[in-house]
């Protein structure tokens, strides 16, 4: 730019919210239920609600945890695999990208049942929670023109994009 020349773009604040998506381990452990106590409370007083809240954050079906095996599902003393909590955590553990196998965490919903169910709950909660990136963008903006007949500025102002 040359000296008595106006800056004709101005840099603007841009906001965008992100979802942070990082890899590795489970943010809490599996017997971290005081890490929230607001899940361990709602798992421990009506756990289908519980799963089914759990199911809907996760953006699954909000019914989905009520086709597990019979009502013993709701205890983690039925006679099989809960097959939905067994696919919530995989599909929990592979869509953030954490390390683990299919075998330990069917040893997890199977022996340790509501609390396989509070750590995805604690992991879906920790995920979710956005941070603001703000960058900078430069915007046209409007220069005054001098009229030297009339002895005035007139400002032509550059079509805004939406």
């Not at 603007?12 to 943010?27: D, F």
């Not at 039925?78 to 954490?98: D, K």
């Not at 169910?117 to 879906?124: D, K, L, P, S």
């Amino acid at each position: 730019m040359y000296p008595g020349n106006p800056v004709a773009v101005q840099p603007m604040a841009v906001t965008q919210t992100v979802m942070m998506a990082q890899g590795g381990e489970w943010s809490t452990g599996i017997c971290d239920c005081c890490d929230d106590c607001s899940i361990c409370c709602l798992a421990f007083w009506c756990f289908p609600c519980f799963q089914c809240k759990t199911s809907d954050d996760f953006g699954e079906c909000l019914c989905l945890p009520l086709l597990e095996a019979g009502c013993l599902g709701y205890t983690g003393i039925s006679g099989s695999t809960p097959c939905i909590s067994l696919s919530m955590r995989a599909a929990a553990r592979e869509r953030y990208r954490i390390h683990g196998s299919i075998c330990n965490d069917c040893c997890l919903v199977c022996w340790c049942y509501q609390c396989s169910w509070c750590q995805i709950a604690r992991e879906i909660k920790k995920r979710k929670q956005p941070f603001t990136l703000v960058t900078a963008q430069t915007t046209p903006v409007g220069m005054p023109a001098y009229n030297p007949q009339v002895n005035q500025f007139n400002i032509n102002l550059p079509n805004r994009p939406q």
